[in-house]
T-cell receptor, first 116, second 110 residues
Framework: EAGVAQSPRYKIIEKRQSVAFWCNPI?????LYWYQQILGQGPKLLIQ????????DSQLPKDRFSAERLKGVDSTLKIQPAKLEDSAVYLC??????????????FGPGTRLTVL | DAKTTQPPSMDCAEGRAANLPCNHS???????VYWYRQIHSQGPQYIIH???NNETNEMASLIITEDRKSSTLILPHATLRDTAVYYC???????????FGTGTSLTVIP
């Protein structure tokens, strides 16, 4: 079974530029998550989708970050404009379904963003 | 916010058992404990999870205390490839959100 796919793996941009990350979850997984992981810290949840609807985006900086999952499968996360403090690894995860007692999340390899 | 407390680092000799503790004193009765690990430059990898009873799979064992306020992840025969950051997470049931802490950096020593 293929895992969670993410691209690109690495991205370097200058501050105030825009950037987008792509995620393809495990086939059949209804729930998709985006996390931000700053160096030395654990991952922080940014947004959670159930199919193509947003379940939780309380920690997403909405003035510059946006995410969509239009057809309930692939998802993109965008930053516009980027700031130096956005330098981090952006992780995508997926799980079968929400509100299930043993719903395990599976993570992709992440995209490492460097903002100069 | 993370609902768990873990030591920041631990060492373990290769071939010995690695015992990683986690405190989750505010856990609710229906919240699960999950363990993940993250090897450098990779995404977190699922290891094991449990509710009340001890659990074992091909990777590890999870021991949860009777009052559920703490747990221990056991890697029975640590290898160099087990060197990683290990995260203990209490899963929020209402939305399946995971709140990661800073984890325990385990170093397996030859």
């Amino acid at each position: 079974e293929a895992g969670v796919a993410q691209s690109p793996r690495y991205k370097i941009i200058e501050k105030r530029q825009s950037v987008a990350f792509w995620c393809n979850p495990i086939s059949g997984h209804a729930t998709l998550y985006w996390y931000q992981q700053i160096l030395g810290q654990g991952p922080k949840l940014l947004i959670q989708f159930q199919n193509n609807g947003v379940v939780d985006d309380s920690q997403l900086p909405k003035d510059r970050f946006s995410a969509e999952r239009l057809k309930g499968v692939d998802s993109t996360l965008k930053i516009q404009p980027a700031k130096l403090e956005d330098s981090a690894v952006y992780l995508c995860a997926s799980s079968l379904a929400n509100r299930v007692s043993t719903d395990t999340q599976y993570f992709g390899p992440g995209t490492r963003l460097t903002v100069l | 916010d993370a609902k768990t407390t873990q030591p920041p680092s631990m060492d373990c000799a290769e071939g010995r058992a690695a015992n990683l503790p986690c405190n989750h004193s505010t856990i609710s009765g229906n919240e699960y404990v999950y363990w993940y690990r993250q090897i450098h430059s990779q995404g977190p990898q699922y290891i094991i999870h449990g509710l009340k009873n001890n659990e074992t799979n091909e990777m590890a064992s999870l021991i949860i205390t009777e009052d559920r306020k703490s747990s221990t992840l056991i890697l029975p025969h640590a290898t160099l490839r087990d060197t990683a950051v290990y995260y203990c997470i209490v899963r929020v049931n209402t939305g399946n959100q995971f709140y990661f802490g800073t984890g325990t950096s385990l170093t397996v020593i030859p």
